[in-house]
């Protein structure tokens, strides 16, 4: 198992406090247990002395005792965050923004549209607008 052989101690509990897709390769970092380098990253703090460590979801899974379902469903959406991500990177042309959310489509449009690609919140979505430079307009509702 990669948590005994790996650098934090195992006669410790961990909780796991948050799972994330490290968006860019240059924000990936490598497992503070096994010094793979991850991209799904979950932050697990220690019962005992409180300290955070980001390590990878297989060395988690070890250290919290994750059970299999757990597991399965921060994968899952892992692998949703990451098709998304790579969708705003590649497909990605324009995006509506309203009160309520951003709508981003795979071609461009100015005007909201039902066949959008994906949706989502607002404050995150303005955000991931600037970073990826995906044109938008801001429409009122």
Same mark, same amino acid.
């Given at each position: 198992?990669?948590?005994?052989?790996?650098?934090?101690?195992?006669? &410790? !509990?961990?909780?796991?406090?948050?799972?994330? @897709?490290?968006? /860019?390769?240059? /924000?990936?970092?490598?497992? *503070?247990?096994? /010094?793979? +380098? +991850?991209?799904?990253? $979950?932050?697990?703090?220690?019962? *005992?002395?409180? &300290?955070? @460590?980001?390590?990878?979801? /297989?060395? %988690?899974?070890?250290?919290?005792?994750?059970?299999?379902?757990?597991? %399965?469903?921060?994968?899952?959406?892992?692998?949703?965050?990451? !098709?998304? +991500?790579?969708?705003?990177?590649?497909? $990605?042309?324009? $995006?509506?923004?309203?009160?309520?959310? #951003? @709508?981003?489509?795979?071609?461009?449009?100015?005007?909201? !549209?039902?066949?959008?690609?994906? &949706?989502? %919140?607002?404050? $995150?979505?303005? &955000?991931? +607008?600037? !970073?990826?430079?995906?044109? @938008?307009?801001? #429409?009122?509702?």
């Amino acid at each position: 198992m990669k948590a005994t052989l790996g650098h934090l101690p195992v006669n &410790q !509990k961990y909780t796991l406090i948050n799972t994330f @897709y490290a968006d /860019d390769e240059m /924000d990936r970092g490598a497992c *503070e247990n096994c /010094d793979k +380098i +991850i991209a799904n990253i $979950a932050t697990v703090k220690g019962i *005992e002395t409180g &300290q955070t @460590y980001n390590i990878g979801l /297989d060395c %988690a899974e070890t250290l919290t005792h994750l059970i299999p379902s757990e597991l %399965a469903e921060i994968k899952k959406n892992l692998r949703l965050r990451a !098709k998304f +991500i790579k969708f705003l990177k590649t497909e $990605a042309k324009s $995006a509506i923004v309203d009160k309520h959310g #951003v @709508y981003y489509y795979s071609y461009i449009t100015t005007t909201w !549209k039902v066949n959008r690609k994906w &949706q989502g %919140a607002r404050e $995150a979505g303005l &955000q991931l +607008i600037k !970073k990826y430079n995906i044109p @938008y307009t801001e #429409v009122i509702t």
